[in-house]
């Protein structure tokens, strides 16, 4: 039983370029919770999407990030014209449904480490 | 803002039990307390969760007061590959949106 996969685990961009993150929640799960680490910073929460959803924006940038969660494929997180401020390790997390108890726990992928030089 | 206190870094023999505490004093009847931790820098792994009952799985045990106002991790035997930070994060069935603090930095010492 594959978890949350994220692709590329490692992205190098140059200033004014876009990025472009994947994450494929585990199998059965569809909520999918994308977060971003700063170095030497706890995880903050960004955006939670469901299936062609956005349920939840309220933690991402009003510029240049975007999300989504297609019918098919993958959850995308998009960040265009990137600055070297958006430099940090971004971790998508997937769950099997919400609202029931204790169901909804959140499976971390390995995480995408965006270099912007 | 946080709701948990835990902290800062902690170290613990190896074969010994760790013991990590956590304060969340404003914790709500319907909240429970999760533990992740995040080895090197990984993404965050679940360990184990709780209401009010104690709780144990294969990895920890979870030892929550009865007033809920603080909690401990428990690992019985902790190894070199237990070195890591530990997240306790506290939300109802429906909180998706995890709040991590700074979590106690784990060194497990051979």
């Known amino acids: 039983n594959a978890g949350v996969m994220q692709n590329p685990r490692h992205l190098v961009r140059r200033r004014g370029q876009e990025a472009r993150l994947r994450c494929s929640p585990m199998?059965?799960?569809?909520?999918v919770y994308w977060y971003r680490q700063l170095p030497e910073e706890g995880l903050k929460f960004m955006v939670y999407?469901?299936?062609?959803?956005?349920?939840?924006e309220s933690g991402m940038p009003k510029e240049r990030f975007s999300a989504e969660f297609p019918k098919e494929g993958p959850s995308i997180l998009r960040i265009q014209q990137v600055v070297r401020g958006d430099s940090a390790a971004y971790f998508c997390a997937s769950s099997p449904s919400s609202g029931r108890a204790g169901a909804d726990t959140q499976y971390f992928g390995p995480g995408t480490r965006l270099t912007v030089l | 803002d946080a709701k948990t206190t835990q902290p800062t870094s902690m170290d613990c023999a190896e074969g010994r039990a760790a013991n990590l505490p956590c304060n969340h004093s404003t914790i709500s009847g319907n909240e429970y307390v999760y533990w992740y931790r995040q080895i090197h820098s990984q993404g965050p792994q679940y360990i184990i969760h709780g209401l009010k009952n104690n709780e144990t799985n294969e990895m920890a045990s979870l030892i929550i007061t009865e007033d809920r106002k603080s909690s401990t991790l428990i690992l019985p035997h902790a190894t070199l590959r237990d070195t890591a930070v530990y997240y306790c994060i506290v939300g109802t069935s429906g909180t998706y949106k995890y709040i991590f603090g700074t979590g106690t930095r784990l060194k497990v010492l051979a």
């Open positions: 999407l469901q299936k062609e959803n956005i349920i939840d």
């Open positions: 199998k059965g799960h569809s909520h």
